[in-house]
Each structure stands twice: as structure tokens, then as C-alpha cells.
């Protein structure tokens, strides 16, 4: 087991504390982050969905185990709840209509879910949109790689067309090569679109681009899709998928040809074209304003805004304190999951025992046991804050809520570590910490995980953008060093193979179904030991003697400048 000792030769605070953290982290137990799981994935709590009785049960037990462990409250007026407003937005079938109307010729009606899907981010029941069709490649503006599909066209007023992905690329240092960037995200499209004015946007899907077919976007985009009620970004009346076949259809109307355009696209010189086609769409939606909570604890540390606070509930850090000089790590992990559908027979409830009861369940044990430690006299030079954050499976609304909201300046937060959907199948021998490598910390972290026997193995899927698809990508937007503790597929007893089949049997019939239950023939033995490592690495970053940042020319190393400049 590797223990805090490791600390001998990094820095001269460590020492003298490095038997009470090594303590600490040596009594993380399996045990006990299997009976949270098992709590945390019950019934009792209903799916977790936001805004719903299951998902503020869930909030107010998780808050009372962090005021059981003596974390201080750091959510709103001296609680733990950091209370969000969100808006559901669904479109009503029914009553949505999309035509595309050429300058000659007949216009083409299309079928919602099964040509596309649509959504309001306006949060008003009806927009109406008739405006030309601009298509723009894919839609991006990057200026570190000299490139900007927007260049010489106004889309203020009219509606984007644009292609999943990024622009093609095997060099690493264009668009990362093979690997996925934020702008290739279809939230990044929506996005831009919204920044250029546009009133509504229409990502083409290809399933090869995507790295997943049109029955994920049309899932995912016909039920209730949820916005925060409170940003201030701006928003488009329409953000919309459509099939590949429709898209043909549209240039066609156009006398353009799908293929020719998708490689002009790709290429530098590539020049947006406005189509001889229009858009006339009615989206009718219900509306749901909702609140649910992110649940925020901290143990301050001495330059902690929190350090001077009264030790009642009422303790709000105030301006003064804020500008103190904290270098905090976080912990991350979301609580939400899909809920239930009502008046079905049997097993109706996605109760997200894996997905992310594991998260959860590991945070409370971190929680307990660096308050066990603090007890026992460890003096914390800066802050150790834990968040369970809402409505992750909505779009990362929470985390996002949390980075635009932290509780200490961003620039006062010197690394975040996520915590999802860890499986507890065994003892894991590899670690995935994609991102990791993107950050001056990466050195500890390769150190670290070879003490702890952990072979750190590089993202499977690059082309498929994982890093921004969970919770640590909030904060990395706000230039917070951030990354996901993830595991890979070598366990303790077993060979590579198993570890695969595991993998895939679980994401072929349990991920976000209704058969992610807990199983009292899980180990947990693995997920305690990735407890420990990130408790060890969160004792290294709060004794930097340096605060953490991106490398040179990483995309989110301005945020993180803009931050300290404040």
C-alpha cells in the first residue's frame, strides 16, 4: 500500500505531517465506500433526477455527511447547497415543425426525432424562425491554428449549417490529430453559432464523426433537455441535429454536393456559403423551472478565505478573505442520474449504482478520512474542498454552475480531481488521467501512480473527446488544472482481456439503463486504492510551493491567466 511517506525529498512542510496523512490514507476503507454505494443507489432515492424528491434526498443526505465529518459548509449563506436554477425545456412533437424552403422548387417538410431534433435555448414556450441557411464548415473559429469558418460571412440573424467534428488532421499540433478538441464538440457549435449572432444552428450528423449513431442524439435530444436559467451567454432560439441524409438533401436543393462540400470543409481556404434556402421552423416546448442543489464542503487551510471563519453554520467568507492566497485541490464527483419513469412495470428506476454511486461514495470516504486527519492535528497549509455536483447527465450543468461559482476564486483552486463511474471489479493495476499530461503537475502524477503500481495508459478513444465529456471539464473552462481519475482495464488476478469484456458488458447493458443496481458481489478494494491516490496527490498539490498551471499554448492556459490576472 502506498502510503504519504512517499513525501521524503518533495517539500519540507510534508515531513512533519506525513505519518498523520500517511494514517489517514490507510484507513480508507472498501467497506465503507461499498455500504455508501449501496445507500446512495437505493431505491429511497429514486433515480437522483435534479429538481425532483429523489435528487434533493440524495443533496441533503450527502450534506449531512460532509457536516458529520466536520467539513464547514461552502455553498449558499452558510450551508452546503449551492442552490442552482435550471430550466427543463422540451419540445412538444406535436406542435414542432421544421420546413426547408428553397428559392425554386418544392420546400421539404422534415419528421422531428427521425430527421432531426430541435431545442429552445431561449426557455420560452414558441419560437418561430424563417431566415436564410449559412453553411459554415464545421463552424469553428481557432485562431491558435490560424483558422476561422466565420471569416468574410454574417450569420447575425440567420442559421448555421455546420459538421460534427473537427476539421480533419494527423498532425498532432493541428486540431490535436486524431484526437477530438472542444471544437469539435457539438456544444461548442451551439456555442459559437450563439456568439455570432446566429438564431439557430443545424449540426450535420455523421456517425463516424460523432463516435456514436443518430439513436444517441436523438435520445438524448427529444426528452427534456435542461439549461441554466441564469446564463448569461448567448443563447440560440434553435440548436438542432439533423441526418446525413437530410443534409444531402439540402445542398442538393442548393446544386451543391454533400461530399465535395464536407472536403472543401476540411481544407484551408474553405469559404462560408450562404445556401438559396431557408429555414422556417416553429419549436414548441413545456417549460420546467427547477432548482437542485451542488453540495459544497471545505477543510480550510490557513490561506483559506474560510480559515478566519466562525465555526457555525452562518460563515460566509467575505471580500477581505477573498483575496487571500489559497492554492486549494478539489474533489468532484456528480450525484445525479436519470430518475425514473413513472407507471412502469418492474424495475423502473435508474438507481446509478456504478453511475455514479461509485463517485459519490469515494468522496465521502476521501471527506472522512482528510477529516480524520485534520483531527489527528495535520495542519492543511491550503484548502481541501468536496463537491458533489448536480445534473452531470443533463450536459455537465452543475460542474459548469460550480466553475462560474466556486467558492474559492478560481485562481485560488490549484487542481481538480473527478471521481465517475469507477467499477468496482477488482484491483486496478492502470489509470487513465487524461489531461493530466496537459499540466505542470504531470510530473507528480507519473510518480505517484508508479508508487502505487499504477500503469498510467493513454485515453482508448481520443477521437471520441472523452476529456470533455465529464464533470473536471467545467473547471478546466475556467482555467482550473482539472482531470478524471479513471480506470483502465488491467486488474489485479485477471489479464487485459477480462478487464475489456467487463468494460463492454457493463456499457452494452447497464450504462444508463435500469440494470445499473448495486451488486453485493462488487469489490471495492480497487476503488479504495484510487481513494488513496487521489488523496495522495491532493496532500502534494496543497504543498506546492507553486500553484498548478497549464502548459504553454494549451487551450485553456488563457483562461487560467485570465484568472490570475484578477
Not at 464548415?137 to 469558418?149: F, H, K, L, Q, R
Not at 446564463?231 to 451543391?256: C, H, T, Y
Not at 458488458?505 to 448495486?518: G, L, P
Request: hydrophobic share 40%; aromatic share 10%; glycine share 8%.
Amino acid at each position: 500500500m502506498a502510503v504519504a511517506l512517499i513525501f521524503a525529498g518533495t517539500c519540507s512542510p510534508c515531513h512533519a505531517h506525513a505519518q498523520t496523512i500517511a494514517k489517514a490514507e490507510a484507513s480508507v476503507s472498501g467497506d465503507r465506500i461499498r455500504e455508501q454505494d449501496k445507500f446512495i443507489s437505493d431505491d429511497l432515492f429514486e433515480g437522483r433526477y435534479p429538481g425532483l424528491r429523489g435528487g434533493e434526498l440524495a443533496a441533503k443526505y450527502i450534506a449531512t455527511q460532509f457536516q458529520l465529518e466536520g467539513l464547514k459548509p461552502a455553498g449558499d449563506n452558510g450551508t452546503y447547497f449551492q442552490q442552482v436554477n435550471f430550466v427543463g425545456m422540451k419540445a412538444v412533437p406535436t406542435e414542432t415543425h421544421f420546413e426547408l424552403i428553397p428559392n425554386s422548387g418544392k420546400p421539404l417538410a422534415l419528421t422531428f426525432a427521425e430527421d432531426y431534433t430541435a431545442s429552445n435555448q431561449t426557455l420560452t414556450p414558441k419560437t418561430m424562425i424563417d431566415a436564410p441557411i449559412v453553411f459554415v464548415g464545421y463552424g469553428v473559429t481557432a485562431p491558435e491554428y490560424s483558422w476561422n469558418d466565420f471569416d468574410g460571412v454574417d450569420v447575425k440573424g440567420k442559421v448555421i449549417l455546420c459538421i460534427v467534428g473537427d476539421p480533419p488532421s494527423d498532425d498532432p499540433k493541428f486540431f490535436m490529430g486524431k484526437a477530438l478538441t472542444y471544437y469539435g464538440r457539438w456544444t461548442y457549435k451551439f456555442e459559437q453559432a450563439a456568439r455570432m449572432g446566429a438564431v439557430g444552428a443545424l449540426i450535420i450528423h455523421r456517425t463516424d464523426l460523432a463516435s456514436y449513431g443518430w439513436d444517441v442524439v436523438k435520445n438524448s435530444n427529444v426528452s427534456e433537455k435542461t439549461y441554466l436559467r441564469d446564463d448569461a451567454n448567448p443563447r440560440l432560439q434553435d440548436a438542432s441535429w439533423i441526418q446525413l441524409e437530410v443534409a444531402r438533401k439540402l445542398f442538393a436543393m442548393s446544386g451543391l454536393d454533400l461530399d465535395k462540400e464536407f472536403d472543401a470543409a476540411g481544407k484551408r481556404g474553405f469559404n462560408a456559403v450562404e445556401l438559396p434556402v431557408k429555414m422556417k421552423a416553429t419549436v414548441t416546448s413545456t417549460v420546467r423551472p427547477f432548482q437542485s442543489p451542488n453540495v459544497v464542503g471545505i477543510l480550510p487551510g490557513k490561506e483559506s478565505p474560510f480559515w478566519t471563519c466562525p465555526t457555525d453554520a452562518t460563515c460566509e467568507p467575505n471580500a477581505a478573505r477573498m483575496k487571500q492566497h489559497d492554492q486549494a485541490v478539489v474533489y468532484t464527483a456528480h450525484y445525479d442520474h436519470l430518475g425514473f419513469v413513472p407507471n412502469m412495470p418492474g424495475d423502473n428506476i435508474y438507481n446509478g449504482a456504478a453511475d455514479n454511486g461509485t463517485g459519490v461514495a469515494m468522496i465521502l470516504e476521501m471527506a472522512r478520512a482528510w477529516s480524520t486527519a485534520a483531527s489527528a492535528g495535520l495542519k492543511l497549509p491550503h484548502s481541501v474542498i468536496f463537491s458533489a455536483v448536480t445534473a452531470e447527465e443533463q450536459g455537465l450543468l452543475g460542474s459548469e454552475y460550480l466553475g462560474q461559482h466556486p467558492p474559492v476564486p478560481a485562481s485560488q483552486i490549484a487542481l481538480d480531481l473527478n471521481y465517475d463511474m469507477l467499477l468496482p471489479i477488482g484491483v486496478q493495476q492502470e489509470i487513465n488521467v487524461n489531461g493530466a499530461q496537459r499540466t505542470t503537475f504531470y510530473p507528480q502524477v507519473e510518480a505517484t501512480a508508479k508508487r502505487f503500481g499504477l500503469a498510467i495508459v493513454p485515453d482508448p478513444r481520443p477521437e471520441a473527446g472523452t476529456y470533455y465529456r465529464s464533470d473536471h471539464f467545467s473547471l478546466s473552462r475556467v482555467g482550473i488544472p482539472a482531470f478524471s481519475i479513471d480506470a483502465g482495464n488491467l486488474y489485479e488476478g485477471h489479464d487485459h482481456a477480462w478487464g475489456v469484456a467487463q468494460e463492454k458488458e457493463f456499457n452494452d447493458n447497464h450504462y444508463h439503463n435500469f440494470s445499473d443496481n448495486f451488486d453485493p458481489k462488487w469489490d471495492f478494494t480497487g476503488d479504495a486504492k484510487l481513494v488513496r491516490f487521489g488523496m495522495d496527490l491532493g496532500w502534494q498539490v496543497i504543498n506546492l510551493p507553486h500553484t498548478i498551471e497549464w502548459k504553454p499554448g494549451d487551450e485553456f492556459e488563457p483562461a487560467r491567466k485570465a484568472s490570475e490576472s484578477k
